[in-house]
């Protein structure tokens, strides 16, 4: 009998090495790359989202990159239809998909099978009219009247999350955490790996790929991109890198506090992928300075109830292949073996993609305990490498350099 084939996904912080990584396991498995970060969807945005260049890609397969022009909005339910779609016909093939990247919510939204709830113009109509007349705090009071779950858990200066939370429990008759999926048995029986570094040697990481994507022509990119309607865009002119040179080219400021702020905005994200992913009990873990981080990922794979060889963030000391028993700590309150009652981290309400495109603007997470964010189906979300450190936008998700 032929035995299924099962996808792998390699997951983690910006700047780690999960594509590395997911090469060699391609090689090995016989696989193709599906590419899980939001802004390498988009054509000509490479450099500042260290998209691997065709020639370094070894003769393997890449989907999802290139999809998209700079001025189309990337959503999560359209990647999840087209990525989906693809990871089916990869298997159907007798190969294995290797799915990598960092964009949290489209990580979940593609191994959880997130059903978007839907949209009534009507009815956010009336709740943005309610929002435009009364303020965030009319809005807050309907919110604590309909759902005093959602009301204690979305910032109460967050108008247009709190709107979209109405929105939803109007359509819906439910509370607005219930939209959230709960996290158990990955779709297609997926092997979840995680890729991180210790955190000191993973900020030198960024601070050199932002030295790199600045001294190799970020700036020229940018300014081709202008050309082919960057500034229109709603998604791809927020990516980390991409905005910091927006607003240095309208002389917002000069070429060295774009350099900061990048690297600034990257490493704050960072920040919130790990905490995000480091929650999620079915990751396995890799020391990505780990020499041989390729035979430990494969021995994951095969035995995938094996201990982690590295915390997020914390050196292990198991930079020659053995194996530690540090586990990341359980969302509070949420038992880390009940894989059917644990649900996704949710973001701060700054990052909701239903309600605000924001990039992480503090260094602090804030983690929802209702779950997720809850996006529409037609509605941006947040990005794995998305807008500047200090701006606060209207719709999506955080992008990478």
Do not use: C
Not at 133 to 153: C, I, M, N
């Amino acid at each position: 009998m032929t035995e299924p084939v099962r996808p792998v996904a390699v997951v983690g912080p910006t700047a780690t090495g999960k594509s590395d990584l997911a090469l060699e396991l391609a090689e090995r498995l016989g696989g193709e790359i599906v590419n899980i970060d939001a802004m390498q969807l988009y054509r000509g945005m490479d450099i500042g989202t260290a998209k691997l260049p065709p020639e370094q890609r070894r003769g393997i397969p890449h989907h999802q990159l290139d999809v998209l022009e700079v001025t189309e909005t990337a959503t999560v339910a359209a990647y999840q239809a087209a990525a989906s779609a693809d990871i089916e016909a990869i298997m159907a093939r007798r190969r294995v998909p290797i799915i990598v990247g960092g964009s949290m919510m489209y990580v979940q939204a593609l191994l959880d099978q997130w059903e978007f709830p839907a949209t009534d113009p009507q009815v956010r109509a009336k709740w943005e009219a309610l929002l435009a007349e009364g303020g965030v705090t009319a809005v807050h009071a309907a919110l604590r009247q309909a759902d005093p779950a959602a009301a204690a858990t979305i910032l109460p200066t967050d108008g247009r999350r709190m709107v979209r939370a109405l929105e939803v429990v109007e359509l819906t008759g439910r509370p607005f955490a219930a939209s959230a999926p709960a996290v158990g048995e990955p779709r297609w029986d997926t092997r979840i790996l995680g890729v991180d570094r210790d955190t000191t040697e993973l900020d030198e990481r960024i601070a050199q790929r932002t030295a790199t994507m600045f001294g190799t022509g970020l700036v020229e990119e940018v300014r081709g991109l202008i050309g082919r309607g960057l500034r229109e865009g709603q998604t791809a002119r927020r990516a980390i890198g991409y905005a910091q040179v927006l607003a240095f080219l309208d002389q917002e400021y000069d070429l060295d506090m774009a350099r900061e702020r990048t690297f600034i905005g990257t490493r704050r994200y960072v920040r919130r992928q790990r905490s995000w992913f480091r929650r999620d009990h079915r990751v396995r873990w890799v020391d990505a300075a780990n020499p041989a981080a390729t035979e430990t990922a494969l021995s994951l794979l095969e035995d995938p109830a094996g201990p982690d060889t590295v915390r997020p963030g914390v050196v292990s000391g198991a930079r020659a292949g053995t194996v530690s028993d540090a586990r990341p700590a359980p969302v509070s309150g949420t038992p880390g073996n009940a894989a059917s009652a644990v649900r996704w981290p949710g973001l701060s309400s700054a990052h909701d993609p239903a309600a605000s495109p924001t990039q992480d603007s503090g260094p602090s997470v804030s983690f929802d305990p209702a779950g997720p964010p809850v996006p529409d189906s037609n509605e941006p979300a947040m990005h794995d490498s998305t807008a500047s450190p200090v701006e606060e936008p209207t719709t999506k998700e955080p992008t990478r350099p």
